[in-house]
């Protein structure tokens, strides 16, 4: 009789579902909430083959049916697990296979850097080409054929050389976009980078282009292995000159007989010191601070440790352009206490930089009308 009795009339015994049954809103708790490990067994116990379900059904219909805690949590486990397995095959499959070349690979088959692979390819530039087939990071502002067509190379030494081209490789990998091949990289902004050959830099941004020290980027971008290259149309010359020697080249002649009398002139002169800001004040300014302390020339230069804290608060260690000055509200200088910067990068809320980002071998001095004047109530830290 159990074989003719229509499921519908009569439901099925808890520890046997029939074959027709619909899943219920409140299913029973119990043994036969959790599914069949083996859904072969599911059909001997229909009298119809012909409308026992299929396996999967069978398997969705018992998931549907599931109740008690340890159902819930399994579900939602194995939910989450494959949310996360998902979401890491997305983020695999969105992220494209990296550049395999070099950075001194890629200029010897760009045709446009032939020149430059030309000049790393000779056996006196060997440290050179190294550096750009390493590890790095590096970022190469790679002067093309145009530009290097105008440079005399055989007139130049092989030490004379590798400075020049030292000094088109900066150390870290800055592009002009945020991202690539799914990972966050250093942006190149306006302001002084640090090279290989060891001065700096300046970079101008801008929605017009890229400029790196009036040489314009005309390719950027030029993804390698182990950095980043950006074609410039000119080539850059590294300085001669020390802060030392540019503020007397500059008619800083107050400024520099200070510097003697304290003992920091050897230090700006020096050029592997550094890389130091120098905030240089011109002689008029000089004159005019003397004014308002009430002070003369050779009493100033009398006491010796006042004049060291006076010309310390003009200096700072690193390279800070004024593209970098525009970004901060203060400064620590090498004496301890801090310079505030302003806006229009009006110093300690008088001084005006009247002359911007001079390149030294071994930093970078602007040219202020005003002496800066240390805070007496702020105590030096280093």
Excluded: C, M, W
Excluded at 13 to 18: G, H, I
Aim: proline share 8%; no cysteine.
């Amino acid at each position: 009789s159990r074989r003719t009795r229509a499921p519908t009339k009569s439901p099925a015994p808890t520890n046997s579902p029939a074959p027709t049954r619909k899943p219920t809103p409140e299913p029973t708790p119990g043994p036969t909430a959790t599914p069949t490990k083996n859904p072969t067994r599911s059909p001997t116990k229909s009298p119809a083959p012909t409308t026992t379900p299929a396996p999967t059904r069978s398997s969705k219909s018992s998931k549907s049916s599931k109740s008690g805690k340890s159902s819930k949590k399994s579900k939602s486990k194995g939910s989450k697990k494959s949310g996360k397995s998902s979401k890491s095959s997305k983020s695999r499959s969105r992220v494209a296979p990296g550049p395999t070349e070099t950075i001194a690979e890629l200029a010897n088959t760009n045709a446009a850097l032939s020149s430059l692979a030309d000049l790393l390819s000779l056996e006196s530039q060997s440290e050179v080409l190294n550096t750009l087939n390493g590890g790095g990071p590096l970022t190469l502002f790679a002067p093309n054929n145009g530009a290097l067509a105008g440079v005399d190379v055989d007139s130049l030494t092989d030490d004379e050389l590798s400075s020049i081209l030292n000094y088109h490789i900066v150390p870290g990998e800055f592009t002009s976009t945020r991202r690539r091949r799914g990972r966050r990289l250093a942006r190149l902004v306006s302001g002084a980078y640090a090279t290989v050959e060891g001065p700096g830099v300046i970079v101008d941004v801008s929605a017009s282009g890229i400029d790196v020290n009036n040489a314009n980027v005309v390719t950027a971008n030029i993804a390698a292995k182990n950095g980043v290259i950006h074609v410039i149309d000119g080539v850059l010359i590294p300085p001669d000159d020390s802060i030392a020697e540019i503020a007397v080249s500059e008619g800083l002649s107050t400024l520099v007989d200070l510097l003697k009398t304290a003992g920091l002139e050897a230090t700006l002169a020096d050029d592997s010191a550094g890389p130091f800001t120098v905030f240089g004040p011109t002689n008029d300014a000089f004159d005019a601070a003397l004014t308002t302390l009430g002070l003369t020339l050779n009493e100033l230069k009398a006491d010796v440790d006042v004049l060291k804290n006076l010309l310390e608060y003009h200096v700072v260690s690193g390279l800070e352009a004024a593209a970098d000055l525009a970004s901060l509200s203060s400064i620590k200088t090498i004496q301890g206490t801090s310079i505030d910067i302003g806006s229009g990068t009006v110093l300690n809320g008088n001084s005006k930089v009247s002359k911007a980002d001079l390149l030294g071998t071994n930093g970078i001095l602007h040219i202020v009308d005003t002496v800066l004047i240390p805070d007496p109530t702020e105590a030096p830290s280093n």
